[in-house]
């Protein structure tokens, strides 16, 4: 989430009500990889850290535009807010029913920057969830719908309605369904994985294994490659996606066993999944490597063993200044922060907190502090802080 000013103004009761508190994965193992080498630059650990509250099983969080208030999903189907200087709990209903199982469940949350007030009633809320289909099947899909706060500490989702879908399939995993906006909020991209199905990630026939090319009401934005939704193709499981200050579109994607990727996503682009990878199936079968003669576009940051993130914000606040345009990596398996310098088209990889813990989600909040969620039942809400 970027950083935004935290608006001054005279509180009306449902305004006051935001301002006080207002309203209230586990992900994939990464098969068998283990760490990774030590990074290029051992910074150690730069940063206090304040324990600010447990989630079963946390997968997602993001700061209402304007405020302190901080929503949190949790994967079985519960979202959860706190504003941040007051701890008061914000309870949420309207919540859809969601598909929970493996991979799947609810998923993330986003809000419209332009919608930026001290009051969060009446504020646009996307979210993304996986849902079943007929037979043995589900998908992801993004819901949007707006918040109503009128009874103390309670935020009901009004008018919630599905705007998007992932094609259905069997299984359970590798659902993806991050979202972000465009810089100029005319369009939102959502991460749909290939559900481990593979092939389908080839076929545009189908928005597996793709990045997804949105008007802010679901439909497909005019000047799409192939007139429908698919903005990009040849994906795994995308898990991390965002803007940089230049307006460069990143993805990070878990690669099989091996091969995880950080990718600058282009229009048209094939990625190259299933046909290639730099890493090998689970089974130590071999995927060919990318080459420069394969006709892919390549990773421009590839990580064999793998990192296994949890999802990607690229920082743009000025509390930790030295690290402003990087992007932070939440790292699942590697129970680790990974910061990656990025330098306009080029990236790497600068430095790696180890956090002991398997670590879900990061994002930077409205002053410049980092948010962090562990994975799993009983995953902690952890403030980082400069020291």
């Not at 369009?187 to 090319?213: E, H």
């Not at 579109?249 to 048209?268: I, Q």
Request: net charge negative; glycine share 14%; aromatic share 8%.
């Amino acid at each position: 989430m970027k950083r935004l000013t935290v608006l001054a103004a005279t509180l009306s009761p449902v305004a006051l009500l935001a301002s006080c508190g207002s309203g209230y994965s586990t992900g994939e193992e990464a098969g068998e990889a283990t760490s990774t080498p030590a990074p290029i630059e051992q910074d150690g650990t730069p940063f206090s850290i304040t324990e600010r509250g447990t989630y079963n099983e946390p997968w997602a969080a993001a700061f209402v535009p304007g405020t302190d208030v901080i929503v949190i999903t949790e994967k079985s189907g519960t979202i959860r807010g706190k504003n941040v200087e007051n701890e008061r709990a914000i309870f949420f209903e309207g919540v859809p029913e969601v598909d929970y199982g493996g991979q799947g469940g609810l998923g993330d949350v986003a809000f419209l920057p332009s919608e930026a007030s001290s009051d969060i009633s009446g504020r646009t809320i996307y979210l993304s969830w996986a849902e079943a289909g007929p037979g043995d099947t589900r998908g992801a899909v993004v819901g949007r719908g707006k918040l109503l706060c009128e009874e103390h500490q309670t935020c009901a989702i009004t008018g919630l309605d599905v705007i998007w879908r992932q094609d259905k399939t069997s299984g359970r995993g590798h659902y993806s369904h991050r979202i972000v906006f465009s810089p100029d909020e005319k369009y939102m991209y959502v991460a749909s994985g290939d559900r481990q199905q593979k092939d389908p990630a080839q076929d545009l026939s189908n928005n597996l294994g793709t990045i997804v090319r949105l008007n802010l009401d679901g439909t497909p934005a005019d000047g799409n490659p192939w007139g429908d939704d698919i903005w990009s193709y040849g994906h795994r499981n995308i898990l991390g996606i965002d803007f940089d200050a230049a307006g460069r579109l990143w993805e990070v994607e878990h690669g099989p066993k091996g091969g995880d990727e950080l990718n600058l996503v282009a229009r048209g682009a094939n990625y190259g999944w299933p046909l290639r990878s730099n890493g090998i199936n689970y089974n130590d079968s071999n995927i060919p490597d990318h080459s420069p003669d394969d006709g892919f576009t390549k990773p421009v940051v590839g990580w064999t063993p793998v990192i296994a993130p949890g999802n990607m914000t690229i920082l743009d606040g000025t509390l930790f200044s030295a690290w402003k345009g990087d992007a932070m990596i939440s790292g699942l398996k590697t129970k680790a922060l990974i910061r990656v310098s990025i330098d306009g088209e080029t990236a790497r990889e600068v430095a790696r907190y180890d956090m002991g813990k398997r670590i879900r989600s990061v994002i930077e909040g409205p002053d410049g502090a980092l948010w962090v969620l562990e994975d799993g039942e009983g995953g902690r809400l952890l403030e980082l802080r400069p020291k």
